[in-house]
């Protein structure tokens, strides 16, 4: 088949990567669609959204060049400008500091619904063709790009699909992108809560048998938690009453922050490790956690995604730049190759955190909190873990 394509670049889902992928590209003056299967609810101060992210400066970087970033900055976050991780088993504890990395803030605590909000907002100008409410229900792929039928009638024809349409994937399968998944048998449980001390601008974790639990500072008084329980746990957690809830809360933060209190509803997460074994088929990518859903513990899931933007618009640049064909050209499977083994490695690192330290066994009980201690007492390794967690080498 031989067929001429009609726009540049398609992208199916319109979370955070996908919106922000579609407003990366159609600033290198591509045609590009997004298409999303739900309306975005619009953001309010009063009704925050229980998933919040741990931002990184490069992402913020992302966003400032699609300009929505200082309007993100003013609305409502929180910068975080220390983190603290310790383990229940005792031993030693890793401390960042943005002072000592010459910086005012290691990143930012910000709501998903909120960072959706604007994207979208700021889309309406960027001139991308927006379908919303639609999904794709057939997929053709010829050897000049792809064709998409959707259910509102709508056919579109694109030289580039791109896959953001989330863990569950439908692009991803119509395009026969495999994955490889791993279950946790875990549950990332997320609420809002108040403290009786100050958060003191601070993302705490302490590492328990069951999994690690994060504390992430929100607004004055009010942190988010998330945190990784096994899944018959997370069940009795999610089911208990209030009180029962910040007993237990305050005594698994082992009172550091002092007495916990919930301050919204509970909603657990199933977590697993999930990386599709090519990002590229033909004319079609993965990105975001329609390439890889990786444990929240070192909350990095929709930073790696931005970063995957961030690669494909330069990729795609560059393409141009050369007069070559950016949908099908050697930078794509580089940028996928690289894409896929960072994304991989932290993947893996985040696998071997986990089992480290989501274990009573004695021998990593012994390891693991002279391990934090010695990290935290050589002071180029938080400086070198930061950084990369980060995103800035
Ligand atoms: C408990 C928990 C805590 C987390 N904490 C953090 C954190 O602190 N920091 C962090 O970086 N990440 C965190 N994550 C991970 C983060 O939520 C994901 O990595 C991120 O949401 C992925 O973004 P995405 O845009 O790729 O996919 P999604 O957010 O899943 O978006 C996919 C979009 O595609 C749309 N869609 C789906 N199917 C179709 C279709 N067929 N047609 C059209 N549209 C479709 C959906 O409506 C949705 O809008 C956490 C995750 C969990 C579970």
């Given at each position: 088949m031989n067929r001429r394509a009609g726009i540049d670049v398609a992208i199916v889902g319109g979370a955070v990567v996908g919106a922000a992928c579609a407003h990366a590209l159609a600033a290198l003056d591509l045609e590009v669609a997004l298409i999303e299967a739900v309306e975005p609810p619009r953001w309010s101060p009063d009704n925050p959204?229980?998933?919040?992210?741990?931002?990184?400066?490069?992402?913020?970087?992302?966003?400032?060049?699609?300009?929505?970033?200082?309007?993100?900055?003013?609305t409502r976050t929180q910068p975080y400008r220390r983190m603290r991780v310790w383990d229940s088993a005792g031993g030693g504890e890793l401390a960042f500091d943005a002072d000592a990395f010459g910086?005012?803030?290691l990143g930012w605590i910000i709501e998903h619904g909120l960072l959706v909000d604007r994207l979208w907002t700021a889309l309406s100008t960027a001139g991308v063709q927006l379908h919303v409410p639609a999904r794709v229900e057939a997929l053709e792929q010829h050897e000049q790009g792809v064709r998409l039928q959707l259910d509102d009638g709508v056919r579109i024809d694109a030289r580039l699909l791109i896959?953001?349409?989330?863990?569950?994937?439908?692009?991803?399968?119509?395009?026969?992108?495999?994955?490889?998944?791993?279950?946790?048998?875990?549950r990332g449980l997320v609420a809002y809560i108040r403290t009786e001390h100050a958060h003191q601008e601070t993302a705490w974790q302490r590492f328990l048998p069951g999994g690690p639990l994060a504390v992430l500072p929100c607004s004055e008084g009010r942190s988010s938690i998330v945190w990784t329980l096994p899944d018959s746990e997370a069940a009795r957690l999610l089911g208990v009453d209030d009180g029962t809830f910040d007993r237990e809360l305050t005594r698994a933060f082992d009172l550091r922050l002092g007495a916990m209190r919930v301050d919204s509803k509970r909603v657990a997460f199933p977590l697993r490790r999930q990386l599709a074994q090519r990002y590229v088929q033909d004319r079609v990518i993965a990105i975001g956690d329609a390439a890889h859903v990786v444990h929240p513990l070192a909350g990095q899931g929709v930073n790696l995604g931005l970063r995957d933007v961030a690669a494909l618009r330069d990729a795609l640049r560059e393409a141009r730049a050369r007069g070559v064909d950016f949908a099908g050209s050697q930078r794509l499977t580089r940028w996928a190759r690289t894409r896929r083994s960072e994304n991989a490695a932290a993947a893996y690192a985040f696998d071997g955190l986990n089992r480290l330290f989501s274990s009573d066994g004695v021998a990593p009980s012994l390891l693991r909190g002279p391990l934090l201690g010695l990290a935290g007492k050589i002071p180029v390794l938080p400086y070198a873990l930061w950084r990369r967690a980060a995103g800035l080498e």
């Open positions: 959204d229980l998933r919040v992210y741990a931002f990184a400066p490069d992402n913020a970087a992302l966003l400032d060049g699609i300009g929505i970033w200082r309007d993100v900055e003013a910086r005012s803030e896959a953001a349409d989330g863990a569950g994937s439908t692009i991803r399968s119509l395009a026969g992108l495999d994955v490889a998944t791993h279950d946790y048998a875990q």
